[in-house]
């Protein structure tokens, strides 16, 4: 793909005010071509994506991360704006997914990480996200993957974002557990747990009537046991997280993954619960990852990029 940069041709202020504006953190592995301050790009057709250069802290530059703002311009109402920030929000996400980079969004207004900025006006409502990537990335091959999934304008459940953000976010933590853990609860999040029904239900709350009951459990000193095991046995009406997870992978149709992430999924837990070491933690967390970006490429109806070597 090669940008035609003479076609991003700004919209007038005065028929669209509106943009979408997400600031970035670019971190020490990420060769973003950026010559200019300031670079305006054809986006999915009938857009602008405006990338521009901020100031970076001189604690930050010791690290090597730069700093950008990516700026989806113009429409003419708030709520356009708002319905593409969210395909915005999407897109990025799946360039994270897709080529492997990270992602954080740090400030979210209500169910999504982006706000609405009216250009005429000297204030507005920022977002922000920090992003890393471990390769040289051309500005063509940013546009051309984002632009795979804002495209389509799908509809995507919010579960699904907030698998996508935990994902993009995990090669963020400095430790390899919290990695793992962070990529635990992508999958948590992508996997929704099903309700058994109403005759399970049934069942289950004449268990839980019987509990209360109990002469076993009587008395004040014993309230405390029987709330929570009543309240455990109610709570099986739906499957558990671990079912949840094991469903979603049945979409992969690969046994021997599957039965890979159940085991892995005790290792969670025991990591939790008791503190255990986990061998060749790196290796499944490099594993999982992609099992997940293979979840989400299913669900996207896209293909994953392989990310090119380092530069």
């Known amino acids: 793909m090669t940008v035609d940069q003479s076609s991003a041709s700004p919209l007038p202020e005065h028929t669209h005010p509106y943009v979408v504006h997400l600031p970035l953190k670019l971190g020490s592995n990420i060769e973003l071509e950026l010559n200019d301050d300031e670079t305006r790009l ?26 950008i703002t990516v700026q989806l311009e113009a429409f003419p109402t708030a709520s356009d704006a708002e319905r593409a920030g969210k395909q915005l929000v999407l897109s ?20 999504f990480p982006f706000s609405v900025r009216d250009r005429t006006q000297a204030t507005g409502l920022t977002a922000h996200a920090e992003l890393t990537v471990f390769s040289k990335v051309k500005l063509e091959e940013l546009i051309a993957t984002a632009e795979q999934a804002f495209m389509p304008g799908r509809d995507i459940a919010p579960n699904i974002l ?32 099903e309700d058994y029904g109403d005759e399970i239900a049934e069942l289950l709350g004449n268990l839980a009537s019987q509990l209360e009951n109990s002469s076993e459990l009587a008395g004040e000193d014993r309230a405390a046991v029987r709330l929570s095991l009543v309240g455990r046995l109610r709570g099986l009406r739906r499957e558990s997280v671990r079912r949840a997870i094991l469903r979603e992978m049945d979409r992969l149709k690969d046994e021997k993954t599957t039965a890979w992430l159940d085991e ?25 990852e992609d099992v997940i970006r293979q979840i989400y490429a299913l669900t996207l109806n896209l293909p994953l990029d392989q990310p090119p070597h380092p530069g």
């Open 42 to 67: 054809p986006f999915a057709k009938n857009y602008t994506l405006k990338i521009s250069k901020r100031h970076t802290p001189p604690h930050e530059q010791v690290n090597a991360i730069k700093r």
């Open 264 to 288: 892995v999924y005790g290792k969670r837990s025991d990591l939790l619960h008791e503190g255990s070491e986990i061998p060749d933690l790196p290796a499944i967390t490099h594993r999982l």
């Open 162 to 193: 907030i698998s996508m953000t935990f994902c993009a976010s995990a090669r963020m933590e400095t430790t390899e557990r919290a990695r793992f853990i962070g990529l635990m609860t992508a999958l948590e999040a992508l996997s929704v747990q």
């Open 92 to 111: 990025i996400l799946w360039f994270a997914a897709s080529r492997r980079i990270t992602i954080a969004f740090d400030r979210w207004t209500g169910g």
